[in-house]
Nanobody, 121 residues
Framework: QVQLVESGGGLVQPGGSLRLSCVASGNILSINAMDWYRQAPGKQRELVASITSGGSTNYADSLKGRFTISRDNAKNTVYLQMNSLKPEDTADYYC???????????????WGQGTQVTVSS
């Protein structure tokens, strides 16, 4: 009943920018932390950035200064602004969130289906 849907991926040249969005929809009472992960071809999934419901952020060290995570709690949406993109940023990017569903009294983890980002000239 709860879904996370990512969008905004695509093909971009090195040095370019993309803004990813992830919208949570369904029977949602509250959302705690929201995260972005990525998985490059042949590699394990890794944490890109996270943001709390209050707006506190954390980033992978290698991405600081290039990526920015933000959220709009009223819209149940998290964003990832990606600047100065490099070929090594090529990956599938996934949204991840802790969601409270009415009546459960428990935080449930949800993953989106992912959006592909390709950085190439």
């Amino acid at each position: 009943q709860v879904q996370l849907v990512e969008s905004g991926g695509g093909l971009v040249q090195p040095g370019g920018s993309l803004r990813l969005s992830c919208v949570a929809s369904g029977n949602i009472l509250s959302i705690n932390a929201m995260d972005w992960y990525r998985q490059a071809p042949g590699k394990q999934r890794e944490l890109v950035a996270s943001i709390t419901s209050g707006g506190s952020t954390n980033y992978a060290d290698s991405l600081k200064g290039r990526f920015t995570i933000s959220r709009d709690n009223a819209k149940n949406t998290v964003y990832l602004q990606m600047n100065s993109l490099k070929p090594e940023d090529t990956a599938d990017y996934y949204c991840y969130a802790n969601v409270m569903v009415p009546g459960t009294r428990r935080w449930v983890l949800y993953w989106g289906q992912g959006t592909q980002v390709t950085v190439s000239s």
